[in-house]
């Protein structure tokens, strides 16, 4: 058996700038930003940033300038933590602590400089079209009382959201940004100029699109008569809808403190919720839910939350939202209950209490959405219980856990008068698939990340020489983090216990990988069916008996 080290992200001058913001950066004072941290021994300890702990059980080691967290199965450097805590990439979290250690990355090569450059004139252009856009709004009485009046937004509010007014004036922001040194090609980079060259945004409301790195981009709401109603900022190297998720660098906060997320519609039902101190609320900006948005949510929390609107459109993105959730270990529900209001925005200014109510009363997504199916068929009809049954057991092949499915089958079937078995028997063809993730020692489940930290750490520093095949990671800050483990677990062991232990933890690490790969290729064996490919299915047949020997 093969147990795989620690991916290695970039090579070189990287690695060099990876050493240099690590020496200047305690590993105890970028994690005490998150938790408080206490003083216990030579380690300092505190509770987890997740929310699974009772106890605290988040340890430090300024020493060795790691973390583990032995709640949740996670560890790792300054990197590995931004990383969870923030639920960014490796490229961001490097970024965001190059700036904290006043590092200049630019210095250690390890890229493309041109394109770093031209990212930096971009985000610099973007700024400042958000401070003109501010200081427009604050010169302009009419859309002073939109925003204050008719948004009923408050102060606080358009200062933490960065709101800004675009002039109708054709080439405003385009002479200010010239005056300031900024090429029309830079401008046109950054997505601010229209195909004939002058202002993307005119006569609009500005709200900016903000992540860690600050300003990349816009949806900008038109005051006057005019289509569209709301205009984004075209893709970019900065903006990437399928991505970024709006709101997120307000709500990440509050998300980890009551750890659930409320994801809604629009950008202005954000803005409302926030001021209605529902400050977890995000949305996807004027794109459908992609499974990159859920796994950046689901990095901070697995309790995702959806307020979407009741209509066919919401039930579509509810489906949608369920295909994706089943495979990342993400518990979705649904807010619904807007009393009358058609969506949180609206409810949010009939009442600020409702809607903080309506968040916490939230159901199973899958339950909600099997209403909504009930609702839209006869279910006192032979077709309408056909109808019924295919929709859901197609929805059915979507949910991982096989208890919460069972569950779901007996209350199909005792809703269509049939037997479960009946429902089995249906022959559904699926234009979806099921997409299973690869297994990934490294990203895999936290009870497998589990087993494979402490056997690592076992045969690294218990001095247990029977266990054979194991490999031990090379990254110097990893096997930190595995003598942690071993220290706070395992140090008083004698040796005969430490052996049987790591016996059993490589037992139980081979079992899982089989029955991983086993689900895997029943997949595949499926497909394979369906192809009437005779020669493939006998193949993963061969495997499975393989594996489960």
Known sequence: MEVCGEIVWYTGGMDDAKEEIRARLPVEDVVGRYIELKRAGRSLKGRSPWGVDKTPSFMVSPDKGIWHDFSANKGGDIFAFVMEVEGISFREALEKLAVQAGVELSKYGGGDKKVAERKRRMKEALELSCKYYQFCLTKNEKVCRYVFEKRNMTKGTVTNFRIGYAPNTGRALVDFLKKRGYTTQEMEAAGLLNRFGGDLFRGRMMVPFIDIAGVIGYTARILEQGEPKYLNTPETLLFNKGRFVFGLAAAKEAIRQENFV???????????????????????????????????????????????????????????????????????????????????????????????????????????????????????????????????????????????????????????????????????????????????????????????????????????????????????????????VFEVRYKDWPKEMLEKEARELLARYKTEMARREVEMLNVELAQAEEAGDEEKQEEILRKIMVLKR
């Open 262 to 484: 409320v994801i809604v519609e629009g950008n202005m039902d954000v803005i409302s919720s926030h001021q209605a101190g529902v400050r977890q609320a995000v949305a996807t900006s004027g794109t459908a839910m992609t499974e990159n948005h859920l796994k950046i949510l689901s990095r901070l929390t697995p309790d995702v939350r959806l307020a979407y609107d009741g209509d066919a459109a919401g039930v579509k993105a509810t489906e949608r939202a369920i295909m994706m959730a089943g495979d990342l270990g993400v518990n979705l529900s649904v807010i619904s209950d807007y009393h009358g209001a058609k969506d949180p925005d609206e409810l949010i200014q009939k009442s600020e209490k409702l809607w903080q109510e309506a968040v916490r009363n939230y159901r199973p997504a899958v339950d909600w959405l099997l209403d909504k199916y009930e609702e839209n068929l006869d279910l006192s009809s032979g077709v309408g219980k056909r109808e019924y049954s295919d929709i859901a057991m197609k929805l059915l092949k979507h949910v991982s856990d096989a208890v919460e499915r069972k569950h779901y089958e007996k209350q199909i079937a005792r809703k269509l008068d049939c037997d479960v078995e009946d429902l089995h028997a249906k022959k559904l063809s699926d234009p979806v698939p099921k997409r299973y993730k690869e297994i990934d020692v490294e990203k895999g489940s936290d009870l497998l990340a589990g087993v494979r930290d402490n056997l690592q750490a076992i045969v690294a520093y218990g001095g247990v020489t029977e266990i054979k095949g194991v490999e031990l990671p090379e990254d110097e800050a990893k096997l930190a983090e595995l003598e942690m």
